[in-house]
T-cell receptor, first 115, second 114 residues
Framework: AQKITQTQPGMFVQEKEAVTLDCTYDTSDPSYGLFWYKQPSSGEMIFLIYQGSYDQQNATEGRYSLNFQKARKSANLVISASQLGDSAMYFC????????????FGAGTILRVKS | NAGVTQTPKFRILKIGQSMTLQCTQDMNHNYMYWYRQDPGMGLKLIYYSVGAGITDKGEVPNGYNVSRSTTEDFPLRLELAAPSQTSVYFCASIKAGANTGELFFGEGSRLTVL
């Protein structure tokens, strides 16, 4: 079955430091997409970054970058220079043609930024 | 553009009642998804659709039904509501093709079954 795993239920990081949120996935399809979303306490889903399996370079969006290691099937999110406003739940998700374009989410990681 | 619009935003149901959560997108996206999110948990896929007239089950389809008669609309029907269906429901859509970007979400519908 299509699987997305986030092994860190919760993380703490000091303000202005970098933090890595882990995500591993399982698919045998060479064509797939990986997403990261942020969900603050207000509940909306905020798109952060996308990585396609054929993309040659790791995706970056401002302070967010995706450490894509295809052979290891990992797609970790790196947040640089953490800010208090980064405190939220973070979800990794995958869509794969192998699974009929289902788009499934990991269990999430709660990030708390300390001042 | 309005993006993905969900209605209602809040609803309280009694056990055994039925209702439909509406979802409309104006981006001409082929793929649409319904998720539920229980408190403190991740998003679970209920049903999804890859185009008008085509729907398929996700991870937790029991107790729900969907239809997709147009590209724009993807309503989720709850029959015989149960307390276990108390959750926040999100509708989302994305352009066709595996290697395309953002999944657009609605604001969510908070459903309570008493």
């Amino acid at each position: 079955a299509q699987k997305i795993t986030q092994t860190q239920p919760g993380m703490f990081v000091q303000e202005k430091e970098a933090v890595t949120l882990d995500c591993t996935y399982d698919t045998s399809d060479p064509s797939y997409g990986l997403f990261w979303y942020k969900q603050p306490s207000s509940g909306e889903m905020i798109f952060l970054i996308y990585q396609g399996s054929y993309d040659q370079q790791n995706a970056t969006e401002g302070r967010y970058s995706l450490n894509f290691q295809k052979a290891r099937k990992s797609a970790n999110l790196v947040i640089s220079a953490s800010q208090l406003g980064d405190s939220a739940m973070y979800f990794c998700a995958m869509r794969s043609m192998e699974y009929g374009n289902k788009l499934v989410f990991g269990a999430g990681t709660i990030l708390r930024v300390k001042s | 553009n309005a993006g993905v619009t969900q209605t209602p935003k809040f609803r309280i149901l009694k056990i055994g009642q039925s209702m439909t959560l509406q979802c409309t997108q104006d981006m001409n996206h082929n793929y649409m998804y319904w998720y539920r999110q229980d408190p403190g948990m991740g998003l679970k896929l209920i049903y999804y659709s890859v185009g008008a007239g085509i729907t398929d089950k996700g991870e937790v389809p029991n107790g729900y039904n969907v239809s997709r008669s147009t590209t724009e609309d993807f309503p989720l029907r709850l029959e015989l509501a149960a307390p276990s269906q108390t959750s926040v429901y999100f509708c989302a859509s994305i352009k066709a093709g595996a290697n395309t970007g953002e999944l657009f979400f609605g604001e969510g519908s908070r459903l309570t079954v008493l």
